[in-house]
């Protein structure tokens, strides 16, 4: 599906924080306000010179222990502060050129949210019950004495129904909120594949009204993602479709399982899915385990992160893991989401840096067509070519130098990930372990 509509999320590079995690707070909600949030204005600076123009924040509000059980909509989770604290790191986000993109959790609530607990205590006569998927008739896992969905047989997670209009009016006069006090430039919504479709199509045109550009991004895992991601519902998606291939194809040493997926989805003709869609690309986040501890070797991590900045789509660095710290999923998801008290930065970091940058000045890599001309077990050049501009992504993941032969069209080239002169006369030579990006001229 290719679409001609533009939004400033087209050509950002998003940096994600996972605000409980990084500032420090006790896991449950112990109901004792700090000012935690306010850390991030200490890293306004660091998110900027990395080249990113987007921090997209997971839950931020009021919830019971993780920020995806919400109590409050409306209100900053006590434990990283108030909402004017908010207002003042979004507002110092801004006055770097950084967008802000908060979570929204809409398909589901915390036990501890108001409405919720009305019906446990009133049961029939509560005016909520409508709110959510009950059962009088059965039990809990907490014995409530009645029976709801949860997300997925989660119960700490109480599913809402969002084909009420009361439900619906609930989030959007908090969406409205947010955007109207706060100043935040889009919602990425969590849990996607799990929404109504209907209520995405009315949360689009309402966030339209409101504010020019707003940006729209989902959650989501599986599925023909262009059923979600369209001019009627969101503007972007979680591209995991090619996120384990970004590690794999370098664990296995198959570049034809990365390539395949991006020329498949992204490719030229009419039946590539994703033609023209911008899906945000990343090699780890909140969920998954740290970029620097799924590669067997370690010096496939910064191919891996100029093949992300090449590929079609909205690249996404998860806080920490730009200068490469490491944790496994397998150790829980408090190890994915650890407290740092301040920003560093070593040659991975840099390396970042010229990519986002180059990612932002480069049109081609925002709004590129695919051709892969150059493809073998260890080695890829992709090329994307748009309005007039031609780059080249070139990896080779071998221990040895590769000759790449092929027409690019051109004689030479700036390499915007090196910051050297690239000749393409004679064949291209690439450095064993190396990532390239060639802007053609």
């Given at each position: 599906?290719?679409?001609?509509?533009?939004?400033w999320?087209?050509?950002?590079?998003?940096y994600?924080?996972?605000?409980?995690g990084?500032?420090?707070a006790?896991?449950e909600?112990?109901?004792?306000?700090?000012?935690?949030?306010?850390?991030?204005?200490?890293w306004?600076?660091?998110?900027?010179?990395l080249?990113?123009?987007?921090v997209?924040?997971?839950?931020?509000?009021e919830?019971?222990?993780?920020?995806?059980?919400?109590?409050?909509?409306?209100?900053?989770?006590?434990?990283?502060?108030?909402?004017?604290?908010?207002?003042?790191?979004v507002?110092?986000?801004h006055?770097?050129?950084?967008?802000?993109?908060?979570?929204?959790?809409?398909?589901?609530?915390?036990?501890?949210?108001?409405?919720?607990?009305?019906?446990?205590?009133?049961?029939?006569?509560?005016?909520?019950?409508?709110?959510?998927?009950?059962?009088?008739d059965?039990?809990?896992?907490?014995?409530?004495?009645?029976?709801?969905?949860?997300?997925?047989g989660n119960f700490?997670?109480?599913?809402?129904?969002?084909?009420?209009?009361a439900?619906?009016?609930?989030?959007?006069?908090?969406?409205?909120?947010?955007?109207?006090?706060?100043g935040?430039?889009?919602?990425?919504?969590?849990v996607?594949?799990?929404?109504?479709?209907?209520?995405l199509?009315?949360?689009?045109?309402?966030?339209?009204?409101?504010?020019?550009?707003?940006?729209?991004?989902?959650?989501?895992?599986?599925?023909?993602?262009?059923?979600?991601?369209?001019p009627e519902?969101?503007h972007s998606?979680?591209?995991?479709?090619?996120?384990?291939?970004?590690?794999?194809?370098?664990?296995?040493?198959?570049?034809?399982?990365?390539?395949?997926?991006?020329?498949?989805?992204f490719?030229?003709?009419?039946?590539?899915?994703?033609?023209?869609?911008?899906?945000?690309?990343?090699?780890?986040?909140h969920?998954?385990?740290?970029?620097?501890?799924?590669?067997?070797?370690?010096?496939?991590?910064?191919?891996?992160?100029t093949?992300?900045?090449?590929?079609?789509?909205?690249?996404?660095?998860?806080?920490?893991?730009?200068?490469?710290i490491?944790?496994?999923?397998?150790?829980?998801?408090?190890?994915?989401?650890?407290?740092?008290?301040?920003?560093?930065s070593?040659?991975?970091?840099?390396?970042?840096?010229?990519?986002?940058?180059?990612?932002?000045?480069?049109?081609?890599?925002?709004?590129?067509?695919?051709?892969?001309?150059?493809?073998?077990?260890?080695q890829?050049?992709?090329?994307r070519?748009?309005?007039?501009?031609?780059?080249?992504?070139?990896?080779?993941?071998?221990?040895?130098e590769?000759v790449?032969?092929?027409?690019?069209?051109?004689?030479?080239?700036?390499?915007?990930?090196?910051?050297?002169?690239?000749?393409?006369?004679?064949?291209?030579?690439?450095?064993p372990?190396?990532?390239?990006?060639?802007?053609?001229?």
């Amino acid at each position: 599906m290719s679409s001609n509509e533009k939004n400033w999320g087209y050509e950002a590079v998003f940096y994600q924080i996972y605000p409980l995690g990084m500032c420090g707070a006790p896991y449950e909600n112990d109901g004792v306000q700090e000012h935690r949030i306010l850390k991030v204005i200490d890293w306004a600076e660091h998110i900027e010179k990395l080249g990113c123009n987007a921090v997209y924040f997971s839950p931020v509000f009021e919830s019971d222990t993780h920020g995806y059980n919400t109590r409050d909509y409306k209100r900053i989770d006590t434990r990283l502060g108030t909402n004017e604290d908010f207002k003042r790191v979004v507002d110092t986000l801004h006055g770097h050129g950084i967008k802000v993109v908060i979570d929204g959790v809409f398909n589901h609530v915390g036990r501890g949210f108001p409405q919720f607990r009305d019906v446990c205590e009133k049961r029939w006569d509560s005016p909520y019950k409508d709110w959510f998927h009950i059962n009088f008739d059965g039990n809990s896992n907490y014995n409530d004495g009645l029976w709801y969905e949860g997300w997925e047989g989660n119960f700490d997670l109480v599913k809402l129904n969002l084909k009420n209009p009361a439900v619906v009016d609930h989030i959007l006069d908090a969406v409205k909120y947010w955007i109207e006090y706060f100043g935040i430039d889009g919602i990425r919504l969590d849990v996607a594949y799990c929404l109504d479709f209907d209520f995405l199509k009315r949360l689009r045109g309402f966030t339209d009204g409101l504010k020019e550009d707003f940006f729209l991004l989902g959650e989501l895992l599986h599925g023909d993602y262009s059923r979600w991601v369209n001019p009627e519902m969101l503007h972007s998606a979680t591209n995991y479709e090619c996120y384990k291939g970004l590690f794999s194809s370098f664990n296995s040493g198959n570049m034809f399982e990365i390539c395949h997926s991006i020329k498949n989805r992204f490719g030229p003709e009419n039946w590539c899915q994703y033609r023209g869609l911008h899906l945000l690309n990343f090699l780890d986040n909140h969920d998954v385990t740290r970029a620097a501890s799924v590669f067997n070797d370690p010096a496939h991590l910064p191919l891996a992160y100029t093949l992300m900045f090449g590929m079609p789509g909205i690249p996404c660095i998860y806080y920490g893991s730009e200068w490469g710290i490491q944790a496994n999923k397998s150790e829980g998801d408090p190890a994915l989401r650890p407290a740092l008290d301040k920003p560093e930065s070593n040659g991975l970091t840099e390396l970042i840096t010229r990519l986002a940058h180059a990612h932002r000045e480069c049109k081609a890599l925002c709004y590129g067509d695919v051709k892969i001309p150059v493809l073998t077990n260890k080695q890829c050049i992709i090329q994307r070519d748009y309005d007039g501009q031609r780059v080249f992504i070139a990896i080779n993941a071998d221990d040895h130098e590769y000759v790449a032969h092929f027409d690019a069209g051109y004689g030479c080239a700036d390499d915007l990930a090196t910051g050297t002169y690239h000749d393409f006369g004679g064949g291209s030579r690439i450095a064993p372990m190396s990532g390239h990006i060639w802007l053609c001229k």
